[in-house]
């Protein structure tokens, strides 16, 4: 279907806006999906709040220009699904790592994270990076933790100080 000038600008707003919020990217090649396997993929983004767009790869290069994920422009080849992630980095990976375990159709091209472009083989690393739930708990274990050596370390000395004084008790009865 041809596009008109003013819906390819739409499109490249859109995805332009998208793309300036995101934290991470993931460009996918999707030949071969079923129509009902990519509505299972958008209703799993969904889920994880990863917005899913396929777009035309010129379309996609302008939109990208002037962004920090212009570095996937040269990974923009073929038929290209973008998976944009604005809450957490590793929402991407773990949402195209999860979906490709069942459907191997589904091919990671290329990461973006913080303006650095990875490859597939990064895809797992990513995809284990902590949610923002979980980097808060072990921030707060690590704040913790001298806090509760603190405590020990004083209670320590009043109960030492107990045990001397009963065994010089006990030595003298």
Do not use: W
Request: aromatic share 2%.
């Amino acid at each position: 279907m041809k596009l008109k000038l003013n819906d390819k600008k739409t499109i490249v707003a859109e995805v332009a806006e998208v793309a300036s919020t995101a934290v991470s990217v993931v460009a996918a090649d999707y030949r071969g999906l079923t129509a009902s396997q990519m509505t299972s993929l958008r209703a799993s983004a969904r889920k994880q709040n990863v917005k899913l767009r396929i777009v035309r790869n010129t379309l996609a290069r302008i939109a990208l220009t002037g962004t920090e994920y212009e570095c996937l422009n040269s990974s923009l080849t073929g038929p290209i699904l973008l998976a944009f992630a604005s809450d957490e980095p590793g929402a991407t990976a773990r949402l195209m790592r999860d979906f490709a375990k069942d459907n191997d159709k589904l091919d990671v091209k290329a990461i973006s994270l913080g303006g650095q472009l990875y490859n597939k083989s990064h895809l797992d690393a990513i995809a284990k990076l902590p949610t923002r739930i979980e980097a808060i708990t072990r921030l707060a274990s690590v704040l913790q933790a001298p806090i509760t050596k603190l405590v020990r370390t004083m209670a320590e000395v009043p109960s030492k100080s107990v045990r001397v004084l009963a065994a010089v008790r006990d030595s003298k009865q």
